[in-house]
C-alpha cells in the first residue's frame, strides 16, 4: 500500500503559478504511476495529468496541456504538479491518486487505487 500526503495549495490571481506537491509513503514508490485529479464545487472528480511509474511517460487532460507540468522524484518519493497560467476554472479540491500500472511505463487516467486527502486551490478573477 502507499500513503499519500498533499500540500501547496492556496489561493491565486487568475493569470498566476502554484507548485503542488504529493508525498508518499509506504513500499516501492517507483513501482506506481502517479495522477492528479481535481474536484470542483458541485461537479465529479476529474482527470487532469499523470505520469508513469519511471517518470517517462505523462498524459494531461486537454483543459490544462500546455499549462501544467506533471513531474516526479523517484528517491525522494514524491510527484508534483507546477500549474501556471491558472485560470477561475481551475478552481478545485485537487487530490494526488496512486495506481500499480498494467505494465511498466503504461500512463492511467482512470482505475486509481490510493488517494491523497486533497489541497485547495482557488484562483480569483
Known amino acids: 500500500q502507499v500513503q499519500l500526503v498533499e500540500s501547496g495549495g492556496g489561493l491565486v490571481q487568475a493569470g498566476g503559478s502554484l507548485r503542488l506537491s504529493c508525498a508518499a509513503s509506504?513500499?516501492?514508490?517507483?513501482?506506481?504511476?502517479m495522477g492528479w485529479f481535481r474536484q470542483a464545487p458541485g461537479k465529479g472528480r476529474e482527470f487532469v495529468a499523470a505520469t508513469s511509474n519511471h517518470g517517462v511517460g505523462t498524459n494531461y487532460a486537454d483543459s490544462v496541456r500546455g499549462r501544467f507540468t506533471i513531474f516526479r522524484d523517484n528517491v525522494k518519493n514524491t510527484v508534483s504538479l507546477q500549474m501556471n497560467s491558472l485560470k477561475p476554472e481551475d478552481t478545485a479540491v485537487y487530490y494526488c491518486a496512486a495506481k500499480l500500472p498494467l505494465y511498466s511505463g503504461h500512463v492511467p487516467n482512470v482505475g486509481y487505487d490510493y488517494w491523497g486527502q486533497g489541497t485547495q486551490v482557488t484562483v480569483s478573477s
Open positions: 509506504g513500499r516501492a514508490f517507483s513501482s506506481y504511476a
